[in-house]
C-alpha cells in the first residue's frame, strides 16, 4: 500500500486524459490511399549523373501534379515537380526534375550533407517500406547537390544523424535542377514480399515562398508525416540480397596534451570498428569493437542559469539507427535510457545492438554494452543491457515496453563511497496517433529499481493533443516519485506532480503581407507529491507568420518559484538562496525569425523582466547567419545575460559567442571551424574538423581541439587526432 499512496492524491489529475488517449482509435481507411505510383524494373543501366538520357526513365511512369502545402493547402502547387523510379536487382533510382517559374539563383546554404530544411531550395522522399505510417527512411538532396539522408519515427520524426550509403547527383539549369540517386537495397531495410510501399515526395522552393508535396499533406503536418504517405506499387517482389554484411573498420592516430594537470604529450595509436549485418531484410544486427567518436560534432554551449541539469543530445553513430526504440520512450525531461551516460568520461569495449521489425506490426531493439574502468575519473567498469519491444495497434498507435539494466562489473576508486552495485527500470508506454494524425498521445508508467530503496519509485506520465488547421490543443500531466532513479537515463528532476496545458488559435487573412497570426497560451505548474504548488510558468503569446516565412513572436510570461533546495542564481559559486525562498516576476519576451531566402538570416530573442531575490534580468540570444553559396555557411550564435540583484550578488553579466563557418568544396570535401567564448565557465573552445567522402559511407577526418582560459590566454589541453574509415559491403 505505501507504494501506492501518491496515487490516492494525484488521479484526480491523471483520469481524464487516460480516458481520452482510448477514445480515439477507430480505425481508418489510409488518408492517401488513392494516391499510387507503380514502379517498374528498370529495362536499361542508369548511371547516376542527374541526366535523365537512359530508356529506362522514358520507360518509367511520372507523378501527377504535386499539392501546394505552404502557404496553403488549398490548391495544387505553382512550381511544376516531376519525379520518376525505377529499380533493378540493387538499387533503388529515382529522378526529380524540379522546375521554377522565378529567374535567378537557387538559395541553398552550402554543399554540407543533413541541411536545413527551412534555409535550402531541396526536393526529399520518405519511404515507408512496411506502410505502417509509423517509421522509414528519408533521402534527397538541396539545388547545389548536398545529401540529406535519416531514419524515421513516431509517425514523422526524422534523425539525421543516421547516415548510409547511396549515391546521388544534380544537375543545374536556367529553369530546373534535376535530382537524380540509386538507393542500395542493402541500405534500408524492408520485408521480403511486401509490395505495397508507402512513399511521398516534399519539394521545398525559397524563390517561390512554396512547399509541396505530391500526396497531400495538411498545412499543420510536414510534408515527413507518414499519416499521409501514397503507395508505391510495386510489378513484382522488391529484391533483397542473400548477404548483407557491412565492415566498417577504422585507424586513428593522434597526439593530446593536459596543460591544467601538468601532463605531458601523449599520443594514440587505435583501431577498431562496426560491423552492420541483416539477420533479416528488416532486422540489423550492429557490433562495436573499441568504437572511436573523436569525429562527432562538440556539443552547443550555453549561459548556464538552470537548476536542474542540461540535455545535449546524442550523436554518435552507433546510437543512431533506429535509435527511437530507446530513446524516445518517455518525455523530454523523463528518459529512463539516455544513450550519453554510457561511455561517458569511460572507455566503451564493445557493444552490440539487434534493432528493427520483426513483420509489420512488431519491432525490437536489444542492446548490451560493456565499458571498462577509468581510473583517472573514479568510474568502475559496467554492463549495460536494454530490452525494447514495440507492437502497433489499430491504425497507427504502438504499445512499447522497456527494460533497462545496468550492472558495476569492475572497481575503481570512488570518491564518497561505493557506486550503486546495479540499477534497473521497466517500463510501458501506449502512444496514441490517429489515422488523420489530428489526434497523438502518450501513457506511461516507468518502475525503478535500486539497493535499499523502495517506494515512491515510480512514474507515470500521459499527455493528449489535438491539432488542426486552425486549432492546437494540449494537456500533459506527469507525476516522478521523489525515489525514482534512472542511472541511465535523464531525468533531472524527482518527486513532483506536473500539469502542462496548451492552447493556440490561428487566423489566416485572405491578403496582405500575413500569412498567418495566432494567440498562444502555455502553463507549467509544479506540484510536491502531497499536492502543494512548488513553482509554475505561464505564457501568453502573439504568435505572426508573414508570407515570406519570417515570423515574430511577443509573450509575456508570469514565473512563480518556490525553491526546493539551495541554489545561485549565478551559478558563479557565490551564497546560495535558502531553500524555501520565493520568487515572483513577470517577463517580456520578443523573438525575431528573418525571411530563409535572404542569404544574410538571423534568430534574435530577446527577454526583460524580473528574475530570482527581486532582481531583474536583461537577455539577448540568438544566431547570424550569412552565406556565400554554395561554398562557404557562416552563422555566429551568440548570447548575453544581464543580472541585476541584491547584494551579495551585484551585478553579473555572461557573453557567449560562437561563431562557425562551414566551407566545403565540393558534397564531399568538407572544413569545419567552430569556436566557443563562454566567460561564464571561463573557457574558450575551439574545433576545426577536415572531413573527405573519398567513398560512400567512408572517411578521412583531421580533427584539431582545443580548451583555454581566455584572459589571459593560457591553453588548458589540445588534441590532434588523424582517423580513417571504411565502409566495406561483402
Not at 473 to 482: D, F
Amino acid at each position: 500500500m505505501k507504494l501506492f499512496y501518491p496515487l490516492k492524491n494525484i488521479r484526480i489529475f491523471f483520469i481524464p486524459i487516460i480516458c481520452g488517449l482510448f477514445s480515439f482509435n477507430a480505425i481508418a481507411q489510409k488518408q492517401n490511399a488513392g494516391y499510387q505510383y507503380h514502379i517498374r524494373r528498370a529495362n536499361s543501366a542508369i548511371t547516376v549523373d542527374g541526366i535523365m538520357d537512359e530508356p529506362a526513365w522514358r520507360q518509367a511512369d511520372s507523378t501527377t501534379a504535386f499539392h501546394m502545402v505552404l502557404p496553403m493547402d488549398t490548391s495544387l502547387a505553382n512550381v511544376n515537380t516531376v519525379v520518376r523510379m525505377t529499380y533493378d536487382d540493387k538499387n533503388l533510382y529515382i529522378l526529380a526534375i524540379c522546375y521554377s517559374n522565378i529567374p535567378g539563383p537557387y538559395m541553398v546554404e552550402s554543399l554540407k550533407r543533413d541541411f536545413s530544411f527551412l534555409k535550402n531550395d531541396n526536393f526529399i522522399f520518405f519511404i515507408d517500406p512496411f506502410d505502417a505510417r509509423t517509421d522509414g527512411f528519408t533521402f534527397g538532396a538541396n539545388a547545389a547537390g548536398a545529401q540529406w539522408d535519416g531514419s524515421m519515427y513516431a509517425g514523422g520524426s526524422v534523425d539525421l544523424n543516421w547516415d548510409n550509403k547511396w549515391t546521388s547527383s544534380v544537375k543545374n539549369y536556367p529553369d530546373k535542377w534535376v535530382f537524380e540517386a540509386a538507393i542500395p537495397f542493402k541500405s534500408i531495410r524492408y520485408k521480403k514480399g511486401i509490395k505495397e510501399w508507402g512513399i511521398n515526395f516534399s519539394r521545398n522552393d525559397l524563390k517561390a515562398t512554396e512547399k509541396s508535396s505530391w500526396a497531400p499533406v495538411p498545412r499543420q503536418f510536414p510534408t515527413a508525416s507518414l499519416a499521409y504517405t501514397g503507395t508505391l506499387v510495386w510489378d513484382e517482389q522488391p529484391p533483397t540480397s542473400s548477404s548483407n554484411v557491412s565492415i566498417i573498420p577504422y585507424l586513428l592516430t593522434g597526439v593530446s596534451k593536459d596543460y591544467q594537470n601538468k601532463g605531458g604529450t601523449e599520443f594514440r595509436r587505435e583501431a577498431g570498428g562496426d560491423a552492420k549485418v541483416s539477420v533479416t531484410p528488416s532486422l540489423n544486427l550492429d557490433v562495436t569493437v573499441n568504437p572511436d567518436f573523436s569525429q562527432v560534432d562538440v556539443d552547443q554551449q550555453v549561459i548556464n542559469l538552470n537548476r536542474y541539469e542540461l540535455f545535449f543530445p546524442e550523436k554518435r553513430q552507433f546510437f543512431l539507427e533506429n535509435g527511437d526504440l530507446f530513446s524516445n520512450f518517455g518525455y523530454s525531461d523523463i528518459r529512463p535510457f539516455f544513450s550519453r551516460r554510457i561511455g561517458l568520461n569511460q572507455p566503451i569495449d564493445f557493444g552490440t545492438r539487434l534493432t528493427g521489425k520483426l513483420n509489420r506490426d512488431w519491432r525490437i531493439g536489444l542492446m548490451d554494452i560493456q565499458t571498462g574502468n577509468s581510473s583517472a575519473n573514479d568510474l568502475a567498469a559496467g554492463n549495460y543491457g536494454v530490452l525494447t519491444l514495440q507492437r502497433r495497434v489499430f491504425e497507427r498507435s504502438n504499445i512499447g515496453f522497456l527494460f533497462i539494466n545496468k550492472d558495476v562489473t569492475g572497481s575503481a576508486p570512488v570518491v564518497g563511497g561505493n557506486p550503486e552495485s546495479y540499477n534497473r527500470n521497466v517500463g510501458m508506454e501506449f502512444n496514441l496517433a490517429s489515422s488523420s494524425n489530428i489526434w497523438t498521445g502518450k501513457l506511461l508508467g516507468l518502475k525503478s529499481f535500486t539497493p535499499g530503496v523502495s517506494g515512491h519509485d515510480f512514474v507515470l506520465a500521459d499527455h493528449l493533443q489535438y491539432l488542426s488547421k486552425h486549432w492546437t490543443l494540449y494537456l500533459q500531466e506527469e507525476y516522478v516519485g521523489k525515489n525514482y532513479n534512472a542511472a541511465v537515463g535523464y531525468v533531472p528532476r524527482v518527486g513532483y506532480v506536473k500539469l502542462s496545458p496548451s492552447l493556440l488559435r490561428n487566423f489566416f487573412p485572405k491578403k496582405g503581407d500575413v500569412l498567418s497570426y495566432g494567440i498562444q497560451f502555455t502553463s507549467n505548474y509544479f506540484f510536491n507529491e502531497s499536492l502543494n504548488r512548488t513553482d509554475n510558468e505561464s505564457a501568453l503569446s502573439y504568435v505572426t507568420t508573414f508570407r515570406n516565412r519570417s515570423t515574430i513572436t511577443v509573450s509575456g510570461i508570469n514565473d512563480y518559484v518556490k525553491l526546493l533546495q539551495p541554489f545561485d542564481p549565478t551559478n558563479t559559486g557565490k551564497p546560495k538562496l535558502a531553500t524555501g525562498t520565493q520568487n515572483r516576476y513577470n517577463t517580456l519576451d520578443v523573438l525575431l525569425v528573418s525571411k530563409p531566402q535572404s542569404v544574410f538570416t538571423y534568430l534574435v530573442e530577446s527577454t526583460y523582466g524580473g528574475y530570482y531575490d527581486n532582481g531583474k534580468r536583461i537577455s539577448v540570444t540568438g544566431q547570424v547567419g550569412y552565406r556565400f553559396q554554395p561554398y562557404v555557411n557562416i552563422a555566429v550564435n551568440g548570447s548575453y545575460q544581464d543580472l541585476r540583484l541584491p547584494s551579495p550578488y551585484g551585478t553579473t553579466r555572461f557573453t557567449l559567442i560562437g561563431p562557425k563557418v562551414d566551407v566545403t568544396f565540393t558534397n564531399t570535401l568538407y572544413f569545419t571551424t567552430y569556436v566557443q567564448y563562454n566567460d561564464q565557465q571561463r573557457n574558450m573552445n575551439v574545433n576545426t574538423r577536415f572531413q573527405w567522402r573519398y567513398k560512400p559511407a567512408s572517411d578521412l577526418f583531421i580533427v584539431y581541439g582545443e580548451n583555454s582560459t581566455p584572459t589571459p590566454y593560457t591553453p588548458k589541453n589540445r588534441q590532434l587526432v588523424i582517423k580513417w574509415t571504411y565502409w566495406w559491403n561483402i
